[in-house]
């Protein structure tokens, strides 16, 4: 094969594996908005946390436990809101105990609509009343 062809097909095989990673990026679930946010520090113990996703996810695969000094992985159950008519289906809400003072983690795993899966943590700590 003449040499100028050579460059053409490896120019093409860079040009496809580029095409195929900004293929796979752009499908992959981040989060773009959390509340709480990570590393907060509250007055009030939250009632829930909402994470909303650049994507729409697979919200019946989702998965979220909660984790503390006195908890290990409590599985917190994704509550029917979820799946609500007027739910957006890129935000997840996530129910949560009656929570102590003390500091918290939201373990989190969901599927995004591309297969994907997405794993990450809140973290957070509820202050004593003052
Ligand atoms: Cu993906």
């Given at each position: 094969?003449?040499?100028f062809m050579g460059e053409v097909f490896s120019g093409i095989g860079i040009l496809l594996v580029l095409g195929i990673t900004v293929t796979l990026a752009w499908g992959h679930a981040v989060v773009v908005k959390s509340s709480p946010t990570?590393?907060?520090v509250l007055t009030q113990a939250p009632g829930a946390i909402t994470l909303c996703f650049n994507v729409?996810?697979?919200?019946?695969?989702a998965r979220a436990s909660l984790w503390s000094t006195k908890t290990r992985r409590k599985r917190l159950p994704?509550?029917?809101h979820n799946f609500a008519q007027d739910a957006d289906p890129a935000c997840l809400h996530i129910s949560l105990p009656p929570l102590q003072p003390g500091a918290y983690q939201v373990r989190?795993?969901?599927?995004?609509?591309?297969?994907?899966?997405t794993e990450g943590v809140v973290r957070f700590a509820v202050n004593e009343p003052a």
């Open positions: 094969m003449p040499s990570d590393q907060a729409k996810i697979e919200k019946a695969f994704i509550s029917e989190y795993k969901i599927l995004a609509t591309d297969g994907h899966t």
